[in-house]
């Protein structure tokens, strides 16, 4: 079990600030299948980028638990997959359970599961596939 | 609205950046930070081209500037999931029913820079959306996106 993460180390391990950083803590709770869950700022409105933003985030700050090499790399996003876009999203904070789907470490690539939870997310929560990689 | 036809250009406001840069802007000014000389402004306007088979978008520099706000300060780099809402919108030109992004990969870092165009045309039942950077080969993204 990785440390529970708190605002501060996140804008560092993410080296983002606001408005870009929108992770604000991990929960203690695990998710379902050992997935980390973590609580996005509350704003006073989301667009679904954003919010795919912040799966991207939780993501990165799963893959700095895994993949000790890509500590301190330039971490990007590779890809995305399996986002239905007309969501109807809503002001506030939502939860984003994010779980490693496939880890490729000599490749350095990295896919999560974010499941996003709260208002307008649906019963079964809003899926993102997020696939990260280093930077080129 | 644009005039239809071949080559066709005008203004056009993309409604998902639109929606992205006002909650960007208001979480600035929450923050504190200085808002600038932004009278005038239209959210998510840009130039559009509708062209026979495809549609394409100008993004202008200042607006991908304002999608990196905080992200990597110092080292901006646009967020893949904003482009991806650009290529979005572009592709509900084509087809507004094409709500699923079924894949996007990302093939270069994209930069706020003159030259950057998002675009959309349709290819075997699907909506194929691209970034695209004036004088390079290869798309620095690409997404399709497809109906439930």
Known sequence: MTARLMRAEIAGLLRHEAPALLIAEEELAEGAGGARRFTTRALAGWSWPLLVDACAQAAGLCLRGIAVEMIGGAVVVGAYAGIGVDVGLRAGAYTISARPLRCLAKLQVFEFLCVVEGAGAGAAGWPVRVTLTRAA | ?148
């Open chain 2, 1 to 148: 609205m644009i005039a239809e036809g071949n080559g066709a250009a005008g203004r056009a406001v993309l409604p998902t950046l639109a929606a992205t840069l006002a909650l960007l802007r208001g979480e600035e000014a929450r923050e504190g930070a200085p808002l600038g000389a932004r009278s005038g402004e239209i959210l998510g306007q840009v130039d559009l081209v509708r062209e026979t088979d495809r549609v394409r978008a100008r993004l202008a520099e200042a607006t991908l500037a304002a999608l990196c706000a905080g992200h990597f300060p110092g080292d901006p780099v646009v967020p893949g999931a904003h482009l991806l809402g650009c290529m979005a919108d572009l592709a509900g030109w084509i087809d507004a029913a094409a709500v699923v992004v079924e894949r996007c990969v990302f093939r270069a870092l994209v930069r706020p820079q003159a030259g950057v165009w998002a675009q959309a045309r349709a290819e075997r039942g699907k909506v194929v959306a691209e970034i695209v950077i004036d004088g390079e080969a290869r798309p620095a993204a690409v997404a399709w996106l497809v109906r439930r």
